[in-house]
């Protein structure tokens, strides 16, 4: 007997709006703002790689990057490289609190192999990478999802000195049982804290190693609204990968929050991992240091507007004076000729350090 077409329509139209079927989502780590889950039934070897998949469920909704949508749920398909100990995000879809589907994104093979960055030790995508590969050799791992989803804190750090300074965010090194930064070259090493200015959320860290091209402070040129900047650190570093990301934009504001003369305002998008990274002007030479951005989602539920694109950095002459109470041999210029985005995009990764914080599990809420 034939179906109505009206039948049919309604039942391919369920179809289209049903969920992948055939996933083992297991618990794989909690936090107090997020759960992550892992799809078992997802890995999978090909070519050399190994395929899976992860989501994300988050407590409170969440603003997508291009500030277009809304989303309480993201999924994940990932690709990795278990001997090279590398990872990059194949697809990712974001889903609203009632499961509706608001955005897709794939990335074709060319664009994910080139995407793929080590993960380091520790972490998040770490512990997936080795879950994951674990499946795929044949084991049978338990999900770890008893520990803490954040045990690190990544933040950035600019290289203030050849002898090993590190200049940060005191939010980024409070409360840390150990320290550790990784440059451009992958090579990580120990630190510690020798100095803390928490007025201006500044830190200073120490380094048993050199650093042969340390950053370049700019001197005597005052910040001027309108100029260009860029913007280097490890933002979302759990889901982009560790590699530095460069974001460009303007000073918006020579101000900070309420007038604050001790900052200024950028354009410049930010995130989490971005805290802590220099603010560089077109020349290159470091005019400050990131230090936050405004709660969008706080002051929409204040105002009833969503601000878009407003961080904040700790001047660069705050900064100095912080280095030269410390005794600190940096490096200092006026203003110099301007240079191509590409390069001063260059300068920035070379003196930009990833800063793993690793924390007790009652620190890491």
């Avoid at 409360?175 to 200073?204: F, K, P, Q, W």
């Avoid at 001027?224 to 650190?233: L, M």
């Avoid at 989490?272 to 603010?279: F, Y």
């Avoid at 204040?302 to 700790?314: C, K, M, T």
Wanted: glycine share 8%; proline share 5%.
């Amino acid at each position: 007997m034939r179906r109505p077409a009206a039948a049919l329509l309604l039942l391919a139209l369920c179809a289209a709006a049903a969920p992948v079927a055939a996933q083992a989502w297991q618990l794989f780590a909690s936090g107090s703002s997020a759960k992550v889950f892992f799809d078992r039934d997802s890995v999978r070897e090909a070519d050399g790689y190994v395929h899976f998949r992860m989501r994300i469920d988050y407590g409170e909704p969440r603003t997508s990057r291009d500030r277009r949508h809304r989303y309480q749920r993201s999924e994940s398909a990932l690709v990795a490289q278990c001997d090279a100990r590398k990872v990059a995000i194949v697809s990712a879809t974001l889903y609203d609190d009632t499961g509706k589907l608001l955005r897709r994104s794939v990335r074709t093979p060319e664009r994910w192999q080139r995407a793929l960055a080590p993960v380091g030790t520790d972490g998040l995508q770490a512990r997936l990478l080795a879950h994951a590969c674990a499946i795929a050799r044949g084991e049978d791992p338990p999900p770890p999802a008893a520990r803490p989803a954040q045990s690190t804190r990544i933040g950035a750090g600019v290289v203030a000195t050849a002898d090993g300074f590190i200049l940060t965010n005191q939010h980024v090194v409070q409360d840390c049982t150990s320290i550790s930064v990784r440059d451009a070259d992958e090579e990580s090493t120990a630190a510690r804290v020798v100095g803390t200015d928490v007025a201006n959320d500044l830190a200073l860290l120490k380094t048993q190693r050199s650093f042969a091209a340390p950053a370049s402070f700019r001197r005597g040129a005052p910040l001027q609204a309108g100029e260009a900047v860029t913007v280097v650190g490890f933002p979302l570093a759990a889901l982009l990968g560790f590699e530095p990301n460069v974001a460009f934009g303007y000073i918006s504001a020579v101000a900070g929050l309420r007038g604050d003369a001790a900052r200024f305002q950028i354009s410049a998008p930010i995130h989490k991992g971005n805290s802590g990274g220099p603010i560089l002007d077109q020349g290159g030479q470091v005019i400050g240091i990131v230090t936050s951005k405004l709660d969008a989602l706080a002051v929409q539920k204040r105002l009833g507007d969503l601000p878009q694109n407003i961080s904040f950095g700790v001047k660069g002459e705050v900064a100095l004076a912080f280095l030269e109470s410390h005794a600190a041999a940096f490096r200092s210029a006026p203003g110099g000729a301007k240079l191509e985005n590409t390069e001063v995009a260059a300068i920035g990764r070379a003196v930009t350090v990833l800063v793993a914080c690793r924390r007790a599990p009652a620190a890491a809420r």
